[in-house]
């Protein structure tokens, strides 16, 4: 069974540091892209960047770009999201997802098929 | 202020057909393939509709995708009270380079 498995709530206080995890299984976790979103209190979905393990290529959304670092490590099959100074504004419920790949009308598509649990962070003095 | 737009709620009564809009733009909808997710209360997102019309295994055919021009559409007919989810359309943008997601629209079984 295809599997994203992440870390434990964190509660911390502003201006610490912390990186979260998604352990894959099931798959071959180097062939897969995989996803982070960030979803607040109430709010939507936001795509915040993406990693393939393979090779470490890494695409951040621009409104993710230089405030969080998205890595990954092969011999554990496990991505991480992490930052070195977080602000109260970053309390939200973050998700991993494996972004899968198909071929339609003359050209590649892609959507997340599987998600992981979630890993709630919340930041407060 | 999500790049697609979808309406923030639906309704309807068990057994109806109910359909939710996604809008966006010639650099999302317009260019690409809309992915569906259902959100159910307290849980993580799930993949529901892919490449616009396209159901995963074990998905009901109740659920239906549809796509025309710079739109989209769930379709969901013979609504049951644990359709009651949040449902969220995503496309990849070409100007943002990016996945850009709908506000999501909240479904109530009445």
């Known amino acids: 069974e295809v599997q994203l498995v992440q870390s434990g709530a964190e509660v911390k206080k502003p201006g610490e540091s912390l990186k979260i995890s998604c352990k894959g299984s099931?798959?071959?976790?180097?062939?897969?892209?995989i996803g982070w979103v960030r979803q607040m209190p109430g709010k939507g979905l936001e795509w915040m960047g993406i990693?393939?393990?393979?090779?470490?290529?890494?695409r951040y959304s621009p409104s993710f770009q230089g405030q969080v670092t998205i890595s990954a490590d092969k011999p554990t099959s496990t991505a991480y999201l992490q930052w070195s100074s977080l602000k109260a504004s970053d309390t939200a419920m973050y998700y991993c997802a494996r972004r899968k790949k198909t071929y339609y009308s003359g050209s590649y598509h892609y959507y997340m098929d599987v998600w992981g649990n979630g890993t709630t962070v919340s930041v407060s003095s | 202020q999500s790049v697609l737009t979808q309406p923030p709620s639906a309704s309807g009564t068990p057994g109806q057909r109910v359909t939710i809009s996604c809008s966006g733009s010639r650099s999302n909808i317009g260019s690409n393939t809309v992915n569906w997710y259902q959100q159910l209360p307290g849980t993580a997102p799930k993949l529901l509709i892919y490449t616009n019309d396209q159901r995963p295994s074990g998905v009901p055919d109740r659920f239906s995708g549809s796509k025309s021009g710079s739109s989209a559409s769930l379709a969901i007919s013979g609504l049951q009270s644990e359709d009651e989810a949040d449902y969220y359309c995503?496309?990849?943008?070409?100007?943002?380079?990016?996945?850009?997601f709908g506000g999501g629209a909240k479904l109530t079984v009445l």
């Open positions: 990693i393939y393990p393979g090779d470490s290529d890494t």
């Open positions: 099931g798959y071959s976790f180097n062939s897969y892209w």
């Open positions: 995503a496309a990849w943008d070409d100007s943002l380079n990016g996945v850009v």
